[in-house]
């Protein structure tokens, strides 16, 4: 016979009473929406509907919208006490990506200039 006795707390040891982070339906939905906007970024890139210049504007939105999806339905991030952890982790990779691309993007700006600007021996 399996008796399990609860510890002080209220839980029987090994046992959550927390729900899983996600279920199938969670994931069919995720699933729906990332689908969707898989389907609306091709559109948008091969119709001629979309104001031209507003096409990669429109992608970009797009895309961001799409890893939005992928943040809620499959890496179940939110802004639940218990995801503290998770979000400030979210917080500090985008930070750093977005460090090394700006400041890449700003060396080789600097870069472009100062090599631009120089005088080229024996010309002119």
């Known amino acids: 016979m399996d ?3 609860p510890s002080p707390q209220g839980e029987i040891p090994g046992v959550s009473i927390h729900t899983p982070a996600g279920n199938r339906r969670t994931y069919l939905i995720g699933l729906a929406y990332a689908l969707a906007l898989t389907l609306a970024s091709f559109w948008a890139a091969s119709t001629d509907l979309v104001y031209a210049p507003g096409v990669p504007i429109l992608l970009g939105v ?3 919208a799409q890893m939005g999806v992928h943040l809620v339905f499959f890496l179940h991030i939110s802004s639940a006490p ?3 952890n998770n979000f400030l982790a979210l917080a500090f990779g985008i930070f750093v990506v977005g460090l ?3 400041g890449s993007m700003l060396i080789m700006t600097n870069l472009n200039h100062n090599m631009t600007s120089m005088p080229m021996p024996g010309v002119g």
Do not use: E, P, S
Request: glycine share 0%; proline share 0%.
């Open 3 to 5: 008796v399990q006795v």
């Open 100 to 102: 090394l691309v700006f």
């Open 62 to 64: 797009l895309a961001i």
């Open 82 to 84: 218990d995801q503290t």
